[in-house]
């Protein structure tokens, strides 16, 4: 059972996405300049928008080099330890899993983990608590005249303490999570393989159906308390932007989201809703203050495929770039690219058929022209999330093979 988003959003001069220099992100498709929203990009508004994390609760993840301090606070709040110990208890332990860098205070890398899993890492603390502190002592009660050997020989017992913890933990949460999010996205520690979890949704970059050309806003910033005789700029500077049609696609994979959340499939039809709402209202966060690009979808469309049926990027209709109207007439950038898609949707369909799949479609009143997806319309995008979840009951119902 596969879920495919597809989703046509127009929007007017912004920089959502920006590269190492500061302008929106890019790239060439068809022989041509498109716009471009990064998949991480995509995945980040999404994850972190406020429906994601209303519709899930507490199910999701924290992505940070600072997991020390969320777990010291659950050690305080639900284990009554003192704070000083749960700091370095926190600390040794998650240094132990990711490295510690002592200079920033933090994990030498990100940890992307869910609440549960901080939950879980604060009990085993508790519940190993007397060895801890024991092989914790050891070390800060060395004097001075200790010698190198005495010194290494305790380090090395506290290192192997906060391991047995940490070998317990991967082995408990091996290939499964309780986060959507991380079951979704997938994670990956070099430093902590058994903590790995295959991704059960792709996220394409976002790419504009029509050519795009970079412009630049030119602006300046002015002292208000020059006198009025003193001309000129506090400041001058410029940012890039542009304006475009965006295509975007994502695919998920829901056994494999099931799996993944240890075969509970009506939180994986949870988290699918969660993230089927959050895809029709995230907005990446770049520049809006400077721009408001704050528009929605023009087109709002998903997919369930059974059987194993075959999954379709719809990338390929604007492989030619959209043109805007050109004469008194023409269809504007929006109404061709719904038009473009129509048209390449059943030219897929009938070179591979439809078998197995559902498809249900919300197109803005101002741009319904569907032509072969008319049979698959919907009355809202609130709509095509239901009917996806309505068509994902029979199989949320089954016990996990």
Not at 356 to 365: D, E, I, L, M
């Amino acid at each position: 059972m596969k879920i495919e988003l597809h989703i046509l959003q127009n929007f007017p001069p912004a920089n959502l996405n920006r590269d190492d220099t500061g302008s929106p992100k890019d790239c060439e498709f068809g022989g041509v300049r498109r716009a471009r929203i990064s998949s991480q990009c995509r995945k980040r508004s999404i994850r972190t928008s406020p429906v994601f994390r209303e519709t899930l609760g507490e199910n999701i993840a924290i992505r940070t080099k600072q997991s020390d301090k969320p777990l010291a606070e659950r050690l305080v709040e639900k284990h009554g330890f003192d704070e000083n110990e749960a700091r370095m208890l926190a600390r040794g332990l998650v240094g132990k899993m990711l490295g510690w860098d002592e200079a920033k205070q933090c994990t030498k890398v990100l940890f992307y983990v869910g609440y549960d899993e901080l939950d879980r890492l604060a009990e085993l603390i508790h519940e190993h608590v007397d060895t801890l502190r024991e092989a914790l002592q050891a070390v800060q009660t060395l004097g001075d005249d200790a010698s190198k050997k005495e010194r290494e020989a305790a380090e090395k017992a506290y290192d192997a303490a906060l391991g047995e913890l940490v070998k317990a933990f991967t082995k408990e949460t091996r290939d499964h999570v309780r986060a959507v999010d991380i079951a979704l996205f997938g994670r990956m520690l070099a430093e902590v393989p058994g903590m790995n979890i295959d991704a059960a949704c792709q996220v394409a970059h976002a790419i504009s159906t029509n050519k795009v050309d970079m412009d630049f806003d030119y602006f300046t910033a002015v002292d208000d308390l020059n006198p009025k005789e003193e001309t000129g700029a506090g400041m001058i500077g410029t940012t890039g932007f542009n304006s475009a049609c965006f295509y975007s696609y994502a695919l998920i994979d829901a056994n494999q989201l099931a799996a993944n959340l240890k075969g509970d499939r009506e939180l994986a039809v949870d988290g699918i809703r969660a993230f089927l709402e959050a895809a029709l209202q995230a907005i990446p966060t770049g520049k809006q203050n400077s721009f408001a690009a704050q528009t929605p979808p023009s087109l709002f469309m998903a997919v369930v495929r059974e059987n194993g049926a075959m999954p379709w990027s719809l990338a390929n209709a604007f492989v030619e770039p959209v043109r805007g109207p050109r004469r008194e007439g023409d269809p504007g950038l929006v109404e061709a690219s719904v038009r473009a898609l129509d048209e390449h949707w059943a030219s897929l369909a009938e070179m591979y058929g439809t078998e197995g799949t559902h498809c249900f479609v919300k197109v803005a009143r101002d741009v319904d022209v569907l032509k072969h997806l008319a049979s698959a319309r919907v009355e809202t995008a609130r709509a095509v999330i239901d009917a996806v979840v309505e068509k994902l009951a029979p199989w949320s119902r089954e016990v996990a093979a």
